[in-house]
Nanobody, 121 residues
Framework: QVEVVETGGGLVQPGGSLKLSCTAS????????MGWYRQAPGKQRELVAA???????DYGDSVKGRFSISRDNAENTVNLQMNSLKPEDTAVYYC???????????????WGQGTQVTVSS
C-alpha cells in the first residue's frame, strides 16, 4: 500500500503565491509519475500539473505560465509552486502517485486526501 500526503494549502490573496508539497511513502518499487489535480465545487476534477520519472511535465491550460511542478525522486516528493493566483484557482488540490510495488506488478494510482486552496481578498 502507498500513502500520499499533501501539505501547504491555505488562504491567499489574488496575485499571491503558495507552494504545495506531496510525499508518497510505503511499498514503492517504481514511481512512474506524480501530479496535482484540483476540484472546485460543482466541477469535475482536472489536471493541474504532472511530472514523470524522466522529467517530462504536463500542465493544465489554465495554469500554464503561473504554476511550476518539480520533483525530488530520492524523497518521492513533488512540489507545486503556484504564482499569480486567481480566485478561480480556489479548489481542493489532490496529489496522485502512480507506482508499482514490484517489477512484476502493474502501476496503480494512489490519491491523497486533498488540501484546500482558497484565493480571496
Amino acid at each position: 500500500q502507498v500513502e500520499v500526503v499533501e501539505t501547504g494549502g491555505g488562504l491567499v490573496q489574488p496575485g499571491g503565491s503558495l507552494k504545495l508539497s506531496c510525499t508518497a511513502s510505503g511499498n514503492i518499487f517504481s514511481l512512474y509519475a506524480m501530479g496535482w489535480y484540483r476540484q472546485a465545487p460543482g466541477k469535475q476534477r482536472e489536471l493541474v500539473a504532472a511530472i514523470r520519472s524522466g522529467g517530462w511535465r504536463d500542465y493544465g491550460d489554465s495554469v500554464k505560465g503561473r504554476f511550476s511542478i518539480s520533483r525530488d525522486n530520492a524523497e518521492n516528493t513533488v512540489n507545486l509552486q503556484m504564482n499569480s493566483l486567481k480566485p478561480e484557482d480556489t479548489a481542493v488540490y489532490y496529489c496522485k502517485c502512480r507506482s508499482a510495488d514490484s517489477l512484476a506488478n502493474p502501476y496503480e494510482d494512489y490519491w491523497g486526501q486533498g488540501t484546500q486552496v482558497t484565493v480571496s481578498s
